[in-house]
């Protein structure tokens, strides 16, 4: 195509309100980056690696960042003495509007619980507590406090790995779904463990695990990537509950999402991109919030996208994002949250070090 009719077509798209690259008869939502969200934080705070975001019933938006990502550089501010104007370290936890205001946050180490060598995952009940944990060597605990970030209570603790056989602890908890009928807490478990863990979201004890396949699970040491593989490889990177009960894992560098009922009895799976070698093809997923659930959409953080994937077979109908440091593209998008509008949200780690929303084209 001749330069300025190509230059042409991507001015009329943009007038048009289309992705470029898109067609505007494509089966599921499509995306369109918003570029001033969030909003610029306060206190000369910047914000490091994104380990983990989710919504809540108000869609209020949570982030689980890491400030000890950050560069001397980047928290320039914060060096003794001080190394530039700006920044500062924004909390660990962090609390957004839909419109990207930042409303609070707190988090660090404190009297009587272990605090993350590096902050992953992040859950709410709706009834006033927040669960996360984290992926650091030593991090084989899962964490509870109040939104207002007052401790409550800890499994595990700070230390050496346990094993996925062990019930009093987990290993790098990757992600934290609660399913709110059984009062449950589903683990992806983990960075360390091969499992999914569930257990009591008041008492934390121990219901019940799994592993790929709806196995006992193993530590057997697995290669980054290996489709034939009988478990879970490290990590076990996310854990999803459908409104039909059908639970989704992703089993990241084996670049699939198994599917289980809730007993751990296998269901099905899906493979995406079996050729991704690195860190694999399917991060974290989140599900289109419509009655079935139609569509998945899933970050991958190795080709710097996310799909979209209807629930029903895997077939992928469409992609967005790519790698760069854009508005709308990605490096390493890592997790993802989406609203009840249908807003979704990422968070990039490495050195990507940011949150996005992404509005779409048709209403849930």
């Not at 993802?336 to 990507?352: F, H, W």
């Amino acid at each position: 195509m001749p330069y300025f009719t190509r230059k042409c077509a991507f001015a009329l798209a943009a007038l048009a309100g289309l992705t470029v690259g898109s067609s505007a008869h494509a089966e599921g939502p499509t995306f369109k980056v918003d570029p001033f969200w969030p909003k610029t934080l306060p206190n000369n705070w910047i914000m490091g690696q994104v380990g983990g975001i989710t919504v809540d019933a108000q869609d209020h938006i949570w982030v689980n960042q890491r400030p000890r990502s950050l560069t001397k550089d980047e928290a320039g501010a914060a060096q003794n003495p001080p190394q530039s104007k700006c920044c500062a370290p924004a909390p660990s936890i962090m609390e957004f509007d839909g419109a990207g205001t930042f409303l609070k946050g707190w988090g660090g180490p404190g009297e009587g619980y272990d605090w993350p060598e590096q902050e992953h995952a992040l859950r709410l009940d709706g009834k006033g507590n927040i669960f996360f944990a984290g992926n650091g060597a030593k991090d084989q605990m899962l964490l509870k406090f109040s939104t207002e970030g007052k401790f409550v209570k800890q499994l595990g603790k700070l230390g050496m790995p346990m094993g996925s056989k062990d019930t009093n602890s987990v290993g790098r908890v990757a992600d934290i779904f609660f399913d709110a009928p059984a009062n449950e807490l589903y683990l992806a478990d983990g960075y360390g463990n091969h499992r999914i863990m569930v257990i009591d979201a008041d008492s934390f004890a121990f219901k019940r695990m799994w592993g790929a396949y709806g196995k006992p699970p193993t530590d057997e040491n697995l290669p980054m990537y290996n489709p034939a593989a009988q478990q879970f490889a490290n990590p076990v990177h996310c854990v999803k509950i459908a409104n039909d009960g059908l639970v989704y894992v992703c089993d990241r560098s084996n670049n699939r999402i198994q599917v289980f009922q809730k007993n751990g009895a296998f269901v099905k799976e899906f493979v995406f991109d079996k050729d991704s070698r690195q860190s694999g093809s399917t991060w974290d997923m989140v599900f289109w919030p419509d009655r079935n659930n139609t569509y998945m959409l899933i970050a991958d953080g190795t080709n710097n996208l996310v799909r979209i994937a209807r629930r029903s077979d895997g077939q992928v109908v469409s992609t967005f994002g790519t790698g760069g440091r854009q508005a709308g593209q990605f490096h390493w998008v890592h997790v993802m949250a989406v609203d009840s509008k249908g807003n979704l949200y990422t968070g990039e780690v490495d050195t990507g070090k940011r949150i996005q929303k992404f509005t779409p084209n048709m209403a849930p």
